[in-house]
């Protein structure tokens, strides 16, 4: 789909035009007593029944995280954190809610819940250790928590609205704990069962329940993939995304002065920068949609002012007419293990047997670059070491030596069509080595949007100037500013 016909669709006409809204609210929504108010205005303004998700509150879910590290050996951790979850959400409620009676009772079911989680980490304390399911089932109370207080300071302000819970309305999933995937098929018969209503539905996100009925989570920051799962499952026509920061940018503003707002992305194009580097939405959120070409609008909570206009609007689409570089993104959580050995690329069956022990390990392979004398891995920096120790162990025969490279940067650019377009590689490491930074690996092909290299940490942010000053055309001085 051309850019042009995109602007022109109805993605970008008013929210009226548009019928069933799936609405994710994030945990930075969450954060203060002011950024609670805008969400609740911005519920307001859609003025139409909605299917919101929303995420546990702002750095619940990490402190939920910590407890479950500690539980086994500080009995004093459960009652601490029982009494900062109160505090957190009773002083929402305090705020938002003025009826005595309408207050004590949400304050009950929230101590409720607290106590159910209470005993759930007193179960670590017992045991001395934290099955995958225990550790799910307590990491999901933190959007239980929200999703209660959501819905009950809503009730205050809009017609009707009511909580769903994933394990009461079939949000079903497959695979592993801690990172499954919603099943689609199932979750939509279910789904849209309960939620076609007339009235507001609130969902907590972050966690859906497996065939065996057990609590799994969708990954760190799932929620943004609670909601566009959700939305699949029921034929939404859009999925409004509220961030607090403004939407895609052609580069990281921490990095480059004045980066410019990038309007439109497609599905491909958001998940590659997602992949690599770009915080603002969870790599999966777009598996989804697909199929079905449900546009995600983001949203800046900080700029709702009596109107909504998406920052970045996302859909299905290939060519793209006039920019083919939306934008240059780079992660840290890059490092290389490297397997060597004269003939490693053409012994058959190596690769299948390291996969399949990084896999049994639950180490995730982000990308794998292969020569005759050496298997690149690349996994998080965090795998790193453990990596090593793994492969060591195997002795793997032809694998003469086992390194790894630590304290890289992977930077990509993406844009739909920039494989197919003449030129666009030779820019982009004309501009990198012009600043002479060594580059470490390139891969150029492997996705249809994706080019991405790697460089030590250090020459980073001199690379990603050079890249957004050679593709966004700002002059050196105004990229080089900060
Ligand atoms: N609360 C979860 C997390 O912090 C999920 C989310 O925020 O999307 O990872
Ligand atoms: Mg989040």
Redesign the pocket.
Known sequence: MALSRMQNSSVIDTVDKVKRIVVKF??SNLRTKGGFQKLLKAVQYYDRPLIIVV??CFG???MLVKTISTASYDKESIQSIKRSLQKIHFEIIDFHISDTFKKNSVKRKIKTLLNELGKLIQGINCIKEVPDFLEDKI?SF??KLSSLVLTSVLENKIKKVKEYLPENIGLTTIGEFHNASIDLIVSGKNLKKHLLKDHTCVIP??YGVSHQQQITLL??????Y?ATAIARCIDADAVDLWKDVPGFMTADPKYINNPDRVSFLTYDEAAELSYFGAKIL?PRTFEPLYKKDIPIRIFNINNFSKSLSPSTIIRSGKETKNKIIKSVTFSEDFGILKLLGPGVGITPGILAKVSSVLHKESINIKSVITSQTSINILISSSDLIRCREIMTSLKLEKIENIKIVGNISVIAIVGEGLTKSAGIASRLFTAVSIQNINIHMISAGASDVAIYFLVDKKENSKALKAIHNEFFKKTWRESNEK
């Open positions: 994030g945990g995420s546990a619940v879910t990490d990491l933190g959007e996100g972050f990954g760190r920051g799932g929620s943004d609670s969870h």
